[in-house]
């Protein structure tokens, strides 16, 4: 299974951008795909989940009101929609995907497959 992220850019504070992750090699319907993000020395954090129907999803405190998760299983794609930018959410973006249904959603360990990154830039 590989992911490929993409979407990343600079945007001005209060700006959006929309991130696409992109699933080829596997059942795209079998895999649930989490959302995560690293800034410069700090460890990788959630940011957000979808389940595999994509009738259940969650989100991270710090984007809960600003970012939205989806997903078209006809084009294998999980996007994330990102609204109302501001400086702590420039970062690396990650997408991952997991198999495993009973599991922690926000844990980094849980998942199986990982894109490359896609890097967003904020500035104030």
């Known amino acids: 299974v590989q992911l490929q992220a993409s979407g990343g850019g600079l945007v001005q504070a209060g700006g959006s951008l929309r991130l696409s992750c992109a699933v080829s090699?596997?059942?795209?319907?079998?895999?649930?795909v989490g959302w995560f993000r690293q800034a410069p020395g700090k460890e990788r954090e959630f940011v957000a989940f979808?389940?595999?129907?994509?009738?259940?999803?969650d989100f991270a405190d710090s984007v809960k009101g600003r970012f939205t998760i989806s997903r078209d299983n006809g084009k294998k794609t999980v996007y994330l929609q990102m609204n109302s930018l501001n400086s702590e959410d420039t970062a690396a973006y990650y997408c991952?995907?997991?198999?495993?249904?009973?599991?922690?959603?926000?844990?980094?360990?849980?998942?199986?497959?990982w894109g490359q990154g896609t890097q967003v830039t904020v500035s104030s």
């Open positions: 991952a995907a997991k198999s495993t249904i009973l599991s922690v959603e926000n844990r980094v360990a849980v998942y199986d497959y």
């Open positions: 090699g596997g059942t795209f319907s079998r895999y649930q």
């Open positions: 979808i389940s595999r129907s994509g009738g259940s999803v």
